[in-house]
């Protein structure tokens, strides 16, 4: 009971996730998706100390924790102490998700009741940015026309839907679906992309293109119906697009090839310079955690996440960061054909938002690097199951009424 109830406020943080910066409380509270992160971590523990279970943690966990302990022994070499000291707190916050998941979602079940839980936070971001359609978010050029819910980034909106849509494949094509979920996860498929183009985000959009490939990958192998409803919405998906989408948005989305093959990434090539320049200066430990503004002395972030996170953490930091990608990445490939098809356009999805954005101390990426590590294990050992039980109904002795 206790540890059902640790997956319940878990369930709770992951699906609040996507709309992290919603219901700020203020003061020492901050956001609602804080306050529920701390809950889970504590009734986490609490289900840990008094049932007395705890899952041998996997490799990735151990990296995880090198890097956590590099990033709080960046404070004796931080150049700023009070964005070390926020960093600190932030990477705390977001990264012992991986845990939660690996502890107390082991099994598909609960796994699946997790993406669904981050569906529906998605379904609310998209929806939200939908609703305030009227209200034009401020960006750098006037005249575009870019929508996001109020005090959201566009950028950030785009990827986090972006990296729904997987989810919602995977939900709608899982035969244990009622055909009402179905539906509702197919309605996803319609609605996250429609305020993806709304945000305006060229990285978005792109990272969106990585994610929709799990749709066909993932729907293509059940019944005809299915095909018939991808279909469907495929169609309305063109056709809402083409009528409701500013042409403003597709001016923006059109400049993506010229901004890939001649532009500067809008500006973005000139800020990774200052990050290449901290990094040379910095090579082994970077400038500390947080620290990367006071060293650049720009008013931007790194745009880049594997940038962002050289320059504070140095090398060092870089490496870690890449050995959970490599961990992560290994076991999807091992996990057998319907984890590759979930999980490398899931993840071909985050690194294209990640080479763009700051995504290492956003909640997302966790969730998505703790799901993936654990779902892929757990299908795995579902896979050796089977055949395990296979090959020791096989080795039994033939005896009358004994049929193979």
């Given at each position: 009971m206790i540890r059902k109830l640790a997956f319940m406020v878990l369930w709770a943080y992951v699906a609040a996730?996507?709309?992290?910066m919603a219901v700020d409380l203020g003061g020492s509270f901050g956001s609602m998706v804080r306050i529920l992160g701390i809950l889970a971590l504590i009734s986490g523990l609490f289900a840990v100390v008094y049932t007395g279970r705890m899952r041998i943690p996997?490799?990735?966990?151990?990296?995880?924790?090198l890097l956590l302990m590099l990033a709080l022994a960046s404070v004796f070499w931080a150049v700023d102490a009070e964005e070390n000291s926020r960093s600190i707190r932030a990477y705390l916050q977001v990264t012992w998700v991986v845990w939660l998941i690996w502890e107390f979602g082991s099994t598909l079940r609960?796994?699946?009741q997790l993406m669904a839980a981050y569906v529906s936070g998605a379904y609310a971001l998209a929806v939200s940015t939908l609703h305030n359609v009227g209200a034009m978010t401020i960006t750098a050029h006037a005249a575009e026309a870019r929508y996001s819910p109020e005090g959201f980034n566009p950028n950030w909106v785009a990827v986090s839907l972006a990296l729904a849509i997987?989810?919602?494949?995977y939900l709608a094509s899982d035969q244990r679906t009622t055909w009402r979920l179905r539906w509702l996860w197919y309605g996803y498929i319609l609605v996250g992309p429609i305020a993806i183009l709304l945000t305006g985000s060229r990285g978005g959009f792109v990272a969106a293109?990585?994610?929709?490939?799990?749709v066909p990958l993932l729907t293509v192998r059940h019944k005809l119906r299915a095909l018939v409803a991808i279909v469907l919405v495929s169609t309305l998906l063109v056709s809402v697009s083409a009528v409701f989408i500013p042409d403003q948005v597709w001016n923006r989305l059109s400049t993506i090839p010229q901004e890939v093959l001649r532009g500067d990434m809008n500006g973005r090539t000139s800020i990774?310079?200052?990050g290449e320049r901290i990094l040379e200066e910095h090579p082994l430990f970077g400038v500390g955690a947080g620290g990367y503004l006071q060293a650049a002395g720009i008013a931007y972030t790194a745009h880049n996440t594997f940038l962002s996170t050289a320059a504070e953490l140095g090398l060092l930091g870089l490496l870690l960061f890449c050995t959970i990608l490599f961990v992560v990445w290994h076991c999807v490939l091992k996990s057998g054909e319907i984890g590759r098809r979930l999980w490398i356009p899931l993840l071909l999805c985050w690194t294209a938002g990640a080479c763009v954005g700051v995504?290492?101390?956003r909640r997302p990426?966790?969730?998505v690097l703790g799901l993936a590590l654990a779902h892929c294990i757990a299908l795995r050992e579902s896979s050796a199951s089977e055949l395990l039980q296979i090959a020791s109904y096989n080795e039994r002795p033939f005896r009358p009424g004994n049929q193979r």
């Open positions: 996730a996507p709309f992290e996997h490799d990735a966990l151990i990296v995880l924790g609960q796994q699946t997987p989810f919602a494949a293109t990585f994610a929709v490939l799990a990774w310079s200052y995504w290492e101390l990426t966790w969730i």
